[in-house]
T-cell receptor, first 111, second 113 residues
Framework: GEDVEQSLFLSVREGDSSVINCTYT??????LYWYKQEPGAGLQLLTY?????DMKQDQRLTVLLNKKDKHLSLRIADTQTGDSAIYFC???????????FGAGTRLFVKA | DVKVTQSSRYLVKRTGEKVFLECVQD?????MFWYRQDPGLGLRLIYF???????EKGDIPEGYSVSREKKERFSLILESASTNQTSMYLC????????????FGSGTQLSVL
């Protein structure tokens, strides 16, 4: 069945780069997403990539997709304490009505 | 900005009670969803609706029902709450043709005692 896996915890120092990794199983996925959840809040879409792309950059965020290995990563450059949150990897298909989420990676940024 | 509003941030109920969780979105989105979030399990889809009065089961519908009488409102109902339904409940909405992007409410933390 469909599955999205990611590590549960990552700790980095302020100013360093963070890399959060994710693997997924459904090769027919059209969209792959990164959502961010801050304490006490719902999820907010951070960025997403179409499955026919290899990379997407948006300011401090870089998303890399290796479709052959079904591996997605999110790199946050110059990580700040405000980036401390849970980051969810997710996949979906066009018109599928169903987004599959990973368990979330808790990013802890040490000052 | 899209706003998805969940009526309660925290809710405490007793086993066997009927519980209503309300969600309202203000951007005329066709699709609405209810997820529950548990530590280490991520988000699991309970029910979704793609139109008024239409509903479809998600991955874990047992013990839940939903109602969508108006486009902007999607309610989750626990007919007889049980302790294993203690969880964070997240409502989301999305328009058709939006690259399946979801817009989430802030969540309702439900405790069933």
């Amino acid at each position: 069945g469909e599955d999205v896996e990611q590590s549960l915890f990552l700790s980095v120092r302020e100013g360093d780069s963070s890399v959060i990794n994710c693997t997924y199983t459904d090769s027919s996925s059209t969209y792959l997403y990164w959502y961010k959840q801050e304490p006490g809040a719902g999820l907010q879409l951070l960025t997403y990539i179409f499955s026919n792309m290899d990379m997407k950059q948006d300011q401090r965020l870089t998303v890399l997709l290796n479709k052959k290995d079904k591996h997605l990563s999110l790199r946050i450059a110059d990580t700040q304490t405000g980036d401390s949150a849970i980051y969810f990897c997710a996949e979906s298909m066009t018109g599928g009505f169903k987004t599959i989420f990973g368990a979330g990676t808790r990013l802890f940024v040490k000052a | 900005d899209v706003k998805v509003t969940q009526s309660s941030r925290y809710l405490v109920k007793r086993t066997g009670e009927k519980v209503f969780l309300e969600c309202v979105q203000d951007m005329d989105h066709e699709n609405m969803f209810w997820y529950r979030q548990d530590p280490g399990l991520g988000l699991r889809l309970i029910y979704f609706s793609y139109d008024v009065k239409m509903k479809e089961k998600g991955d874990i519908p047992e013990g839940y029902s939903v109602s969508r009488e108006k486009k902007e409102r999607f309610s989750l109902i626990l007919e007889s709450a049980s302790t294993n339904q203690t969880s964070m409940y997240l409502c989301a909405s999305s328009p058709v043709g939006s690259d399946e992007k979801l817009f989430f409410g802030s969540g309702t933390q439900l405790s069933v005692l």
